[in-house]
């Protein structure tokens, strides 16, 4: 049973920095693409960043530069650095788990119909 545990949320002021963790287990961790999302009130849920299984890396425009986002292979936990955080990063953040061989591209494309994994959410607050 494939189980995604997040943690690492709160609240920040503007231009400081969190790190949001997912631990999983039950999960081929190390060759499958993992993502993050957020999703704000009254809007829907947005891909954020991308890590496929070949360790390349993608990033949402809005975060580009801001937030990294990396392994520990040997825990199996993924992470999100997100700094210089604004106002309008103020969402849940979910981390998420493909299925086994998608491409690249589908990974990059963070749609969430290519995620059947999910996260609890966690929150991220920032206040101006």
């Known amino acids: 049973q494939v189980q995604l545990v997040e943690s690492g949320g709160g609240s920040v002021q503007a231009g400081g920095s969190l790190r949001l963790s997912c631990h999983a287990t039950?999960?081929?961790?190390?060759?499958?693409?993992m993502a993050w999302f957020r999703q704000a009130p009254g809007k829907e849920r947005e891909g954020v960043a991308s890590f496929g299984g070949g360790g390349l890396t993608s990033y949402a425009d809005s975060v580009r530069g801001r937030f990294s986002i990396y392994k520990d292979n040997a825990k199996n936990i993924l992470y999100l650095q997100m700094n210089s955080l604004k106002a309008n990063d103020n969402a849940m953040y979910y981390c998420?788990?493909?299925?086994?061989?998608?491409?690249?591209?589908?990974?990059?494309?963070?749609?969430?119909?290519?995620?059947?994994?999910w996260g609890q959410g966690n929150q991220v607050t920032v206040s101006s």
């Open positions: 039950g999960y081929s961790f190390r060759r499958d693409c």
């Open positions: 998420a788990g493909s299925v086994f061989g998608i491409a690249w591209s589908t990974c990059m494309g963070r749609s969430t119909s290519s995620f059947p994994y």
